[in-house]
């Protein structure tokens, strides 16, 4: 089965460093693997997704990830932190062999990012 | 385009009590997802509509039943209601095998 690990409950790093949150994933196929915030009492927002291709993804908010097939990673990062991006980042992967298709998320445990002036 | 809704956004229930939850997603989407999170387990899936079919479901007792409609809009219900049963729950919609959009959420409460 497949299934993502957020080795960090926590990063904080300082407004105006770059900043990763890491994610590891295992996957018996092709992974599609994706990145959702959630800032309190609101519901998950998708970041960037990644399917095929080019192994940096870009998406919203100035976030990018980095796809790694060897180390089996799909690391978040952003090349300068702003406050604002104090939130809890969720890594997902969507599952494989669904019969007739489908849209079955299996999320990783979340990483609190703080960020501080 | 208008995102997910929920309603109700929060709902407090005593137990044994049943919940009904409702979602609309996304105008031209067919597909919704619901999930639960709480800080114990997580997020985790609890079924998915496709055309008014169920076409996944997770590890969740047979109290948790949903359906979706002809317009998508989707309902969650719970029976026999848990004190475990606290969480929020969200719906997702998504076009054709995306990526998921997803709602607020309800935070239901039980007591």
């Known amino acids: 089965a497949q299934s993502v690990a957020q080795p960090e409950d926590q990063v904080n790093v300082a407004e105006g460093n770059p900043l990763t949150v890491k994610c590891t994933y295992s996957v018996s196929g092709n992974p599609y693997l994706f990145w959702y915030v959630q800032y309190p009492n609101r519901g998950l927002q998708f970041l960037l997704k990644y399917i095929t291709g080019d192994n940096l993804v870009k998406g919203s908010y100035g976030f990018e990830a980095e796809f790694n097939k060897s180390q089996t990673s799909f690391h978040l990062k952003k090349p300068s932190a702003l406050v604002s991006d104090s939130a809890l980042y969720f890594c997902a992967v969507r599952d494989e062999g669904l019969t007739g298709g489908g849209n079955k998320l299996t999320f990783g445990t979340g990483t609190q990012l703080k960020v501080e002036l | 385009k208008a995102g997910v809704t929920q309603t109700p956004r929060y709902l407090i229930k005593t137990r044994g009590q049943q919940v009904t939850l409702s979602c609309s997603p996304i105008?031209?989407?067919?597909?919704v997802s619901w999930y639960q999170q709480t800080p114990g387990q997580g997020l985790q899936f609890l079924f998915e509509y496709f055309s008014e079919t169920q076409r996944n479901k997770g590890n969740f007792p047979g109290r948790f039943s949903g359906r979706q409609f002809s317009n998508s809009r989707s309902e969650m219900n719970v029976s026999t209601l848990e004190l475990g049963d606290s969480a929020l729950y969200l719906c997702?919609?998504?076009?054709?095998?995306?990526?998921?959009?997803f709602g607020p959420g309800t935070r239901l409460t039980v007591l």
């Open positions: 997702a919609s998504s076009f054709s095998g995306g990526e998921q959009f």
């Open positions: 105008s031209g989407h067919r597909s």
